[in-house]
């Protein structure tokens, strides 16, 4: 968590008139919206938290760090804009030193409903980072050593992700794009298929596709972190298996406790901790339940955790929330 975290109580876009030089929307509350939960610890349970909050980096590896409206009958017409407005205040609550901001993914319906057109997502990402720009707390993250820094000096690295590679459709170098424009992260197929790969919503997964493959070689080249979260099964082993560096898969949990396609199996999660890839476990709501947990929560989640640390490793278990400020539950309903 480094150092006391500098921020100077930003807002998004606040060197823009509002309602003059863009629409404004009463966002909901980032800090204290519902009551939080504590887990009691002893005194020197919590000094030990604290010291190893000092000392060591935190990250979530899969977040949507933006602020939703209050009232989500009006996020069709907010996101139709193309603004998103990133939770400052809450992200400097929140102790992280680095979080991997996966943008409006397929929410950024500007000029399509179906989501994930290319021009969209640029327009996405230049939106947030013309506003990033303006700030100094949060800094956006080029490489390891920005994540270090943010920590020693109470900072934020936030690190640019795409969840699907769609956006690319056919071309190649367009994943070269996305890097020169500063993604540093991206999956290659969300829950549906695309011309990469298989999405867990398929019926029938077709593995890794040859352009697929070429991706993943691209972005090994380029330094680029592959993701496998909403792939399908097959799909990800051939990815694991092409790639010559470990991946990812940010935000998921163990199909053994909760059997649902969003979760992975353990022959997967295995396949991936033994290329030195990392699972982050899910928070978001209706994903890491259990069957001693139906019902979703925090309890849920670290049973999760502690199943996928038995598995594979601490070293190749991390956690991606995949959470937002604001409703999200009632978010899943709209959607």
Partial sequence: MGAHKQYKGYRPYQYLEENVDYRSFRLAKEIGRVPSGQIKLSPAEEQRVQELLAKHI??????HPVV?????NEIFEQKRRGR??????????SGLDCIFDNLMNGLCTITSQAGWKWNDVLHD???RLCDLAHQDFIVVCDGVRDIIKAHETGRLALVPTLESATPIENELDRVDVLYGFGVRSMGIAYSEANALGSGLREVRDGGLTDLGRQVVRRMNKLGMLIDAAHCGDQTTLDIIEESEHPIAISHAGARSLWNTRRLKPDTVLETLAARGGVLGIDAAPHTTLTEQHPRHRIESCMEHFEYAVKLIGI???GFGPDTLFGDHVGLHHAY
Avoid at 58 to 63: E, L, Q, T
Avoid at 84 to 93: I, M, S
């Fill in 58 to 63: 935190a990250v979530s590896m899969h977040d």
């Fill in 315 to 317: 070293d190749h278990v």
């Fill in 125 to 127: 990402l230049g939106m």
């Fill in 84 to 93: 998103d407005f990133t939770g400052f205040a809450g992200l400097a609550a």
């Fill in 68 to 72: 939703a409206p209050e009232d989500l």
